[in-house]
């Protein structure tokens, strides 16, 4: 089974969904993540704000890091060798990696809607 590592650059969530916007790609990639964990897959994320070591641990990413900066990250790592530097695996790199469909790792509808109501605090007294 393959294993991929993923390092984040500093930030304060993989979700993509925190701070003033939310950044697509960011929330492709945790969905993508999301579902390959829950297939059993080998995936791992660290954050270089939360898990510092794991960054100095690993000689490919330090080396890595020495030599091109923060700008190298994220660096992903598929059985401890390179795979990206710099960005994140597309969905298609992702299915390549892992060998399963495309289709697999695509955001899908809610197999049931949510009925929301909107109520205007002036409504509730």
Request: charged share 30%; aromatic share 8%.
């Given at each position: 089974?393959?294993?991929?590592?993923?390092?984040?650059?500093?930030?304060?969530?993989?979700?993509?969904?925190?701070?003033?916007?939310v950044d697509p790609e960011l929330t492709k990639v945790a969905?993508?993540?999301?579902?390959?964990?829950?297939?059993?897959?080998?995936?791992?994320?660290?954050?270089?704000?939360?898990?510092?070591?794991?960054?100095?641990?690993?000689?490919?990413?330090?080396?890595?890091?020495?030599?091109?900066?923060?700008?190298?990250?994220?660096?992903?790592?598929?059985?401890?060798?390179?795979?990206?530097?710099?960005?994140?695996?597309?969905?298609?790199?992702?299915?390549?990696?892992?060998?399963?469909?495309?289709?697999?790792?695509?955001?899908?509808?809610?197999?049931?809607?949510?009925n929301v109501i909107h109520m205007n605090t002036k409504d509730?007294?």
């Open positions: 089974m393959k294993k991929v590592e993923i390092y984040d650059p500093a930030m304060c969530c993989s979700t993509g969904v925190c701070g003033p916007s969905s993508a993540i999301y579902t390959l964990e829950n297939k059993g897959l080998s995936i791992k994320r660290y954050n270089l704000a939360n898990d510092p070591a794991a960054f100095a641990e690993n000689d490919t990413v330090n080396k890595l890091l020495h030599e091109q900066g923060t700008e190298a990250l994220p660096v992903v790592l598929v059985d401890g060798k390179v795979f990206k530097v710099g960005g994140y695996p597309t969905i298609k790199e992702f299915a390549e990696v892992y060998q399963i469909e495309e289709k697999e790792l695509e955001a899908q509808e809610p197999k049931k809607k949510l509730v007294e």
